[in-house]
T-cell receptor, first 114, second 115 residues
Framework: AQSVTQLDSHVSVSEGTPVLLRCNYS??????LFWYVQHPNKGLQLLLK??????LVKGINGFEAEFKKSETSFHLTKPSAHMSDAAEYFC????????????FGTGTRLQVTL | DTEVTQTPKHLVMGMTNKKSLKCEQH?????MYWYKQKAKKPPELMFV???????INESVPSRFSPECPNSSLLNLHLHALQPEDSALYLC??????????????FGEGSRLTVL
């Protein structure tokens, strides 16, 4: 069975400082991993995805994530937070070969302060 | 066009009403999904259609009835709902099931309130 653990339910950073949102996964097979962002009362937007190519994945809006198999982690980072980054972030895992059933983490709310 | 369009954005209904949520995509995707999301929770999968056939039903109560009239459209028919069914209902699509990367494109959701 696959699972995802987002280690922080809430992260607060100052504008212009780095962002780190942590995600650990458990998977029996080679996983595909995703980060989605959800702004209030909006749908989910894909930030980036890992599908067994390069382990350092660059996404939209300056976000990136590094797949570390030895640590079963897929942490999301951004060098400098912007007020518009305030949102809910979901780490998602899918086992290769399963019928696109995604397992969502519980989410991390990112707050950005002035 | 990389959009999934959902209507209506907001819906208020009584427990005896019949209503429908609609979803449309023109990306040529052959898999479409309904998710339910309660406040401060991740989305929960309800149904998956693949090539217009129901592929996955996550034991959803029969008061929710999905329909996929063609490859671009997905409906969710609602009847005799309960107040606890109030939630954000998200539609999503992907290229297909199984062999794709699993990347889902989501709509903005329909906010349902059951009185």
């Amino acid at each position: 069975a696959q699972s995802v653990t987002q280690l922080d339910s809430h992260v607060s950073v100052s504008e212009g400082t780095p962002v780190l949102l942590r995600c650990n996964y458990s998977s029996s097979y080679s996983p595909s991993l995703f980060w989605y962002v959800q702004h209030p009362n909006k749908g989910l937007q894909l930030l980036l995805k890992y599908t067994s190519a390069a382990t350092l994945v660059k996404g939209i809006n300056g976000f990136e994530a590094e797949f570390k198999k030895s640590e079963t982690s897929f942490h999301l980072t951004k060098p400098s937070a912007h007020m518009s980054d305030a949102a809910e972030y979901f780490c998602v895992v899918r086992n290769t070969g399963t019928a696109s059933k995604l397992t969502f983490g519980t989410g991390t709310r990112l707050q950005v302060t002035l | 066009d990389t959009e999934v369009t959902q209507t209506p954005k907001h819906l208020v209904m009584g427990m005896t009403n019949k209503k429908s949520l609609k979803c449309e995509q023109h990306m040529g995707h052959r898999a479409m999904y309904w998710y339910k999301q309660k406040a401060k929770k991740p989305p929960e999968l309800m149904f998956v259609y693949s090539y217009e056939k129901l592929s996955i039903n996550e034991s959803v109560p029969s008061r929710f009835s999905p329909e996929c009239p063609n490859s671009s459209l997905l409906n969710l028919h609602l009847h005799a709902l309960q107040p606890e069914d109030s939630a954000l209902y998200l539609c999503a699509s992907s290229l297909s099931l199984g062999l794709d990367t699993g990347e889902l494109f989501f709509g903005e959701g329909s906010r349902l309130t059951v009185l």
